[in-house]
């Protein structure tokens, strides 16, 4: 026990004996990779050691192995004799098992042979038992064979059958005579065949007659559900109706039940009786599942024909066909679900519709995309929520195809939108822009009361002259027919509150389309005012007309009005039409103000230098003055008040700001009183219109600060300081803010620099007033003398 202790004892010291490096030696025996060592022994240049200590290791392990075997070598041998004897054992068991193999198979061999005997025996014995029952029954059987055969003549399969089953579970094994029963056995399965396919005959004819019916009976189903949509809208017609009589307390509300209603089962009728009956043949006979498989594998033959649109005409027109045949298929299919006792089953009915909704969404998407306009948009998704409407009743799975249809949304809106650009922009562009003259009563009612343009409840007298042009009636028919496609197209889409959708896209319409094309007329540069002035009342009218436009889309939409008469529940258009109006009245005053400047033009005729002041007015101021009595009577009939007034004051106020810039001028540089008188008298007489216009159009009513007179004001104290006896009293403060309060100091010294009229010929005229001109001449240079200094 204690030799093994020294002995390793006596292995570590000799590895120090041999020289070896202790930790190589530990490298070696865990196994570890020594390529390092030997790289690291051949870069040093130091092979040799390395080589050395690999031998003194090979060496002490040829030590210890020798050790090792002089130690153990008795063990080894006693284990070499035992397994060599444990062999022998082997091969004496192998033969003992050979033989009482050979042994056991002769003894079983020959009980075999005696057992196969005794069976043969027995069977002998059973036959000749019953030989006798058989014979007792063979005329029983011929009975019932000649039944059979009666019974299939005529046409009788189920007792044919009955029969058949009788005989092959009770009387063929009984039949006495071999040859008969063979003849029996024989025509049993012949008889079978026969009538199995005499009744897969019947049911081959069902399958041609049912799909050529598939056709109408989705036809007649969509039919009934586009009748009862019918229905449901005129019910909520007139609910809205009572609504609106309720709100307004002009008549009490009636409510009835329609109980006129249609059974779809009644009206949907279709012969089954081929299926039912090949079904329970097929049953008989146990062949149910290749009956079920049979008719499966032949109605989705039929289906995937179904689903193949046609490519010799347009899908437009081949669509309600298209989906009319799926439709009879798939109630047919309900049908027999429901009725036909287990020969289809709930999987497969919902994979074979499966198949058909990709198959369809996949058609529609594809026709969608090739669709460019909006009303076969429209017929195409109206066809099809008629379809989604009947399936439904049928416990369909149908919101692939609502979403299909959802997707397609905004193409439609976009399509709508397009034809509603062209429309608009030809309607502007055929507009005479000229107040509609209305002659007959129903035309007011259809132009002016069917879109509540009307200002007053009172039927006005014919002819009627509307404050706005024919385009307006006919943008609101476009309007309102987009109001109804919109809700036609979100109608019956899965989407129970749309109000917003059409909401939104009716704001569309009008910004986009109609105040878009609005901006493009105003800012092209081809109106005239006249024009400008018809297109800004015309945008007022609409403005007006968003009311209606929102009404009509929650009338239609079934929300109730105190939802959208909320505050901020308007349309966004309103207050861009609204922008746009502004945008038309300053363009109606840029085309007034460059008309004025033509007349104001005819100022270079005026001689500044005159020695006498002209006996009459001047010929640019007639052409004004007759520019605008034509301008505000026509703007009158046309225009709010408001913007009458702004017009007006617009106006003058640049005749006004003209005429002091004719003083300014630098080609004027000098004038004389006698000019200055010119010009009074011009002033004067536009004056006297300003008054005239402010009393006779009503702008006094809206009490505004500023009459059309007070534009008017700058040149008036202007030419009053040039004609005054007291010029120099500009500079009194008192003075100025009460007479010259209109004045600049600036525009003063500089028009007063080229007042420079001789002595005798500057207040020549003015003799009668008794005042000297040598006066009023150094009041004038005392005046120019105290604005330079105060500039």
Not at 52 to 77: A, G, M, T
Not at 349 to 367: F, G, H, K, P, R
Not at 543 to 564: I, T, Y
Not at 751 to 763: N, Q, V
Request: with cysteine; proline share 3%.
């Amino acid at each position: 026990m204690n030799a093994q202790p020294k002995r390793r004892t006596a292995a570590e010291n000799g590895e120090n004996g041999w020289g070896i490096d202790s930790g190589l030696s530990i490298l070696i025996g865990n196994g570890e990779d020594l390529g390092p060592i030997v790289r690291h022994a051949f870069e040093a240049g130091k092979p040799e050691a390395l080589m050395h200590q690999l031998r003194s290791i090979v060496k002490k392990k040829e030590v210890e192995i020798e050790e090792l075997c002089k130690l153990h070598y008795e063990d080894f041998i006693l284990a070499v004799d035992e397994l060599r004897g444990v062999l022998v054992d082997a091969d004496e068991l192998k033969g003992m098992l050979t033989n009482e193999n050979l042994r056991l198979q002769d003894v079983a061999s020959s009980l075999l042979l005696k057992l196969e005997e005794l069976l043969e025996l027995y069977s002998t014995k059973k036959n000749v038992t019953e030989a006798v029952r058989k014979l007792k029954v063979c005329v029983q059987v011929s009975i019932l064979c000649h039944k059979c055969n009666k019974h299939i003549s005529e046409g009788k399969f189920v007792p044919a059958l009955k029969i058949l089953d009788a005989l092959e579970k009770d009387f063929l094994l009984n039949v006495p005579l071999r040859t008969f029963q063979k003849v029996i056995e024989k025509q049993i399965p012949a008889i079978k065949a026969h009538i199995e396919k005499k009744v897969c005959s019947e049911f081959n004819e069902w399958l041609v007659q049912i799909r050529s019916m598939s056709r109408n009976i989705g036809q007649l189903a969509i039919g009934q559900a586009a009748s009862t949509r019918q229905r449901d809208e005129e019910m909520r017609a007139r609910q809205r109706e009572a609504e609106e009589q309720s709100r307004s307390g002009l008549a009490e509300c009636v409510y009835s039940l329609d109980i006129d209603q249609l059974d779809d089962e009644s009206v949907l009728e279709f012969n089954l009786t081929p299926v039912y009956r090949a079904h329970h043949i097929h049953t008989c006979l146990g062949v149910e599942d290749k009956f079920r498989e049979y008719y499966y594998k032949n109605r989705l033959m039929q289906l995937n024909l179904d689903l193949e649109i046609s490519t010799a005409q347009p899908f437009l027109e081949s669509h309600q066909p298209f989906f009319a045949q799926i439709a009879g298929f798939f109630i047919v299919e309900d049908r027999v679900l429901r009725t036909a006792g287990g020969l289809l089953s709930d999987s497969q009915v919902e994979t074979i519709w499966d198949m058909a909704l990709v198959n369809m969404t996949s058609i529609l998407e594809n026709q969608f995309t090739r669709v460019d306009n909006a009303s076969h948009l429209l017929l195409i998704k109206d066809f099809v929520t008629l379809l989604c409407s009947t399936l439904k009743h049928y416990g369909y799975r149908l919101t692939p195809l609502l979403e299909v249809l959802d997707s397609t949304r905004d193409k439609y809106h976009e399509l709508l939108l397009n034809e509603c650009r062209k429309q608009v922009t030809n309607i502007l562009a055929n507009d005479s822009y000229q107040q509609m003259v209305i002659r007959k009563e129903y035309e007011y009612k259809m132009n002016v009361v069917a879109f509540n343009l009307q200002t007053s409840d009172i039927m006005p007298a014919f002819p009627y002259v509307a404050s706005f042009s024919s385009s307006v009636p006919d943008i609101c028919r476009i309007v309102r027919s987009f109001i109804n496609d919109s809700v036609s197209y979100l109608s019956y889409g899965g989407h129970m509150n749309f109000y917003d959708a059409v909401k939104k896209y009716v704001d569309k319409l009008l910004i986009d389309v109609l105040n878009g094309i609005l901006l493009d007329l105003i800012h092209g540069g081809t109106l005239g005012a006249s024009q400008a002035m018809q297109t800004a009342a015309n945008i007022s009218v609409l403005e007006r007309a968003c009311d209606l436009f929102l009404w009509q889309v929650a009338q239609h939409c079934g929300v109730p009005v105190r939802l959208f008469d909320r505050p901020h529940a308007g349309l966004a258009a309103k207050s861009v039409l609204k922008d746009s109006q502004n945008a038309s009245y300053n363009a109606l005053l840029s085309l007034v103000n460059s008309k004025l400047d033509e007349f104001l033009l005819l100022m270079n005729n005026v001689n500044w230098i005159a020695d006498d002041p002209p006996q009459n007015v001047s010929e640019y101021m007639n052409e004004i003055s007759i520019y605008l009595d034509t301008l505000m009577s026509t703007a009158q009939q046309i225009l709010p008040l408001e913007a009458l007034y702004m017009l007006s004051i617009s106006a003058l106020s640049h005749v006004s700001d003209s005429i002091v810039a004719a003083f300014l001028n630098e080609n004027v540089k000098r004038f004389t009183a006698s000019a200055v008188m010119g010009i009074d008298n011009d002033l004067k007489l536009l004056e006297v219109f300003s008054e005239e216009r402010y009393e006779s159009t009503g702008l006094c009513d809206l009490n505004k600060s500023r009459s059309l007179k007070d534009c008017l004001v700058e040149p008036r104290q202007l030419i009053n300081l040039l004609l005054s006896n007291q010029p120099e009293n500009f500079m009194n403060p008192v003075i100025r803010e009460k007479h010259y309060g209109a004045l600049d100091y600036k525009k003063v010294a500089n028009i007063c620099e080229k007042f420079k009229d001789s002595p005798d010929r500057l207040f020549g005229s003015l003799s009668s007033r008794n005042t000297r001109p040598n006066a009023r001449k150094k009041s004038m240079d005392t005046l120019k003398k105290r604005l330079k200094d105060f500039n």
